[in-house]
């Protein structure tokens, strides 16, 4: 089979008529609480059932809504900083009790909370 040849590609950009970028449907808001959770949202009033109207969360979904080009959808993660104690197992030797850590990570990824974003 012979493969075509690669010819350069040409890019115009048309400053006078920028395209708006509309429509990202993938909007979401990280909030501190007291459990991890996820959860999408589809209207204003259906936020007001986990988050009063007073909160930061409430504002900015809120404030996403009323955009022209609003998502169909937000998702809320809320996050916590606290890390589950680790998992007791009973040993069947004579070594005792076994602790196994199921939060240990041998990455450099926190077990909980919202990692930080490297910058490179």
């Not at 979904?61 to 609003?70: T, V, Y």
């Not at 104690?85 to 005792?96: E, K, R």
């Amino acid at each position: 089979m012979l493969v075509p040849k690669t010819t350069d590609v040409y890019v115009s950009i048309d400053i006078t008529h920028p395209q708006i970028s509309k429509d990202f449907k993938k909007i979401a808001i990280f909030t501190k609480g007291n459990k991890q959770s996820f959860k999408t949202y589809t209207y204003l009033p259906d936020l007001m059932v986990d988050f009063d109207e007073n909160t930061s969360t409430y504002k900015a979904a809120e404030a996403i809504f009323n955009q022209d080009n609003a998502p169909e959808a937000i998702q809320v993660i809320t996050y916590t900083d606290q890390v589950p104690a680790p998992a007791i197992q009973s040993g069947t030797s004579n070594a005792g009790t076994k602790v196994i850590d199921m939060n240990a990570s041998q990455s450099d990824q926190p077990a909980a909370g919202v990692g930080g974003m490297n910058s490179y």
